[in-house]
């Protein structure tokens, strides 16, 4: 939780980083905002924990979805893996 202002300047300053969709805003996370990044666009803080959802059966929802081989969240770690291996 935040401030207004300290929202406005994060904003104006682009480091908001990810927002929630407004219908998936579960945690009422004011301006919808997941992630917000400082300055320099390398330290990264995310809300939505996706180190929770490393396996099919991580999610809240798992019985009422595709069963997939891994969770997102470790297709979110292996990109920023990927990533940080190109540059």
């Known amino acids: 939780v935040a401030p207004a202002a300290t929202r406005e300047r994060l904003a104006a300053a682009n480091q908001i980083a990810l927002r929630y969709h407004p219908e ?39 019985t009422r979805l595709e069963r997939q081989r891994e969770g997102a969240g470790v297709r979110i770690f292996r990109a920023a893996v990927n990533h940080a291996k190109e540059s």
């Open 24 to 62: 998936d805003n579960f945690n009422g996370s004011e301006d919808a905002i997941a992630g917000i990044c400082d300055a320099s666009g390398r330290i990264f803080g995310l809300m939505p924990h996706p180190e929770r959802y490393l396996r099919h059966e991580n999610h809240p929802r798992w």
